[in-house]
């Protein structure tokens, strides 16, 4: 869901975005948002978009098929969505009506966190 995010942070900003913005709002290595880019980067022409990179300023989204985009977007968006900030409180609370055992894999699916331990 973090690409849905980033996605969206694009969609709402005019200006470029640069990599240390996304690393400080989401809280992950600098390496995993130049994975998640470079992943968006390359399904992007099937998807409708295109990101324009400007050296020392960062990345700048571009729609190019409104509908493509549209449908990528719904598709980014399926599933359970907790901020990175709401999940420690989101965790404890499925846990805290649970009756049975629950595994940290089963944590990581249901929640979209595969953060290895």
């Known amino acids: 869901m973090r690409m849905y995010l980033i996605m969206k942070d694009f969609i709402n900003s005019n200006i470029y ?3 240390d913005y996304f690393v400080q709002k989401y809280d992950v290595s600098k390496r995993t ?16 978009f295109t990101f324009h990179n400007k050296r020392g300023s960062g990345y700048l989204l571009e729609i190019t098929n409104e509908e493509l985009f549209k449908d990528f977007m719904e598709s980014l968006n399926e599933g359970i969505y907790f ?35």
């Open 83 to 117: 901020q990175v900030k709401e999940r420690p409180a989101q965790i404890l609370a499925y846990l805290a009506i649970q009756t049975g055992y629950i595994s940290m894999i089963t944590l990581q699916i249901l929640f979209k966190y595969l953060r290895l331990l």
């Open 33 to 48: 948002i130049q994975n998640d880019l470079s992943y968006l980067m390359r399904i992007s022409p099937r998807k409708g």
């Open 17 to 19: 975005l640069s990599l």
